[in-house]
């Protein structure tokens, strides 16, 4: 069983491509590996107001950036290297998201916490779903071991939220910067837009008892 630790935060496209990648890597490459994937939350915008902030805005307030498609140009290039069809201006908004990182936590006792992650991130992504909203993430956990109360309940507890929260930030003391964050086996780590090769690559060296890199 090899355990990989992924650090990542539902809004960043980095992080899709990530999951998208790694679920690849595992099963064309390693079909018949155990893999146990720990999920930990990173709080990119943990101040954005529930009615959520539009990216183009976003992107010119706090980087300059005047063409929002052209932004978007690299990540949706490099998604379609790994068959994935990446569209960002299908979701031009970016909404909190303590309460979807709260649910993933909760699916961790449930044995789901991948699966219902990968799903919320499509959510998001390829369906333009607003994913602070209780209904629709009642409605995605349903398929992953939770009833909807249950899950209405979770994503609406202010308990569940801050846990959230003080996982980021202690995430972030620890050092994770760029994400998505992998840790291999507890030891060897690497973060960004890597790809299938070295996330591939990660995964025969934490196999083989590698160190961090």
Known sequence: MLQIDLYTEISCPWCMIGLHRLDKVLMERFP????????????LLPETPEAGLFIPDLLRARYGVTDAKAAFARPEAEARLSGLDLDLTRQLWAYPTQRAHA????????????????????????????????????????DYGFDRAEAGAIARDPARQKRVEQEAARAAAAGVRAVPHFVFAGRLAINGGRSEDEIAASVRDALRGGTQS
Do not use: C, W
């Open 32 to 43: 018949d590996l155990a893999a146990d994937i720990r999920h930990h939350p990173v709080l």
């Open 103 to 142: 649910l993933v936590l909760a699916a961790r006792e449930k044995g789901t916490q991948h699966r219902l992650a990968v799903a919320i991130s499509k959510a998001y992504f390829l369906g333009a779903m607003n994913v602070a909203d209780v209904d629709v993430l009642a409605d995605i956990a349903v």
